[in-house]
């Protein structure tokens, strides 16, 4: 079973940027589909985007035009740059093959002031 573990995250101020990283145990190059969750207190785990061993990508309607889910299958590794940050976006941030299964990582706190 791939180990992913996420990195990036912070606390970023309304409006600013921060680029999430997902590097993986082994080749994600044979993996379909993967993807960036994220889980608010208090709130389920939701979908934020994912991408295709073709690059093809889906976003959730509340980041679109402002997350951008890519991978580097050289690397082992997925990125989610997130531009335009809001308050909203405030987070546990995780990344696991879609659809997900039950070997969830630390995942990486994302902070946004207002």
């Known amino acids: 079973q791939v180990q992913l573990v996420e990195s990036g995250g912070g606390l970023v101020q309304a409006g600013g940027s921060l680029r999430l990283s997902c590097t993986a145990s082994?080749?994600?190059?044979?993996?379909?589909?993967l993807a960036w969750y994220r889980q608010a207190p208090g709130k389920q785990r939701d979908l934020v985007a994912r991408?295709?061993?073709?690059?093809?990508?889906i976003y959730a309607d509340s980041v679109k035009g402002r997350f951008t889910v890519s991978r580097d299958n050289a690397k082992n590794t997925v990125y989610l740059q997130m531009n335009s940050l809001k308050p909203e976006d405030t987070a546990v941030y995780y990344c696991?093959?879609?659809?997900?299964?039950?070997?969830w990582g630390q995942g990486t706190q994302v902070t946004v002031s207002s």
């Open positions: 991408i295709s061993s073709g690059g093809s990508t």
């Open positions: 696991n093959i879609w659809p997900y299964n039950k070997y």
């Open positions: 082994r080749s994600i190059a044979s993996i379909s589909w």
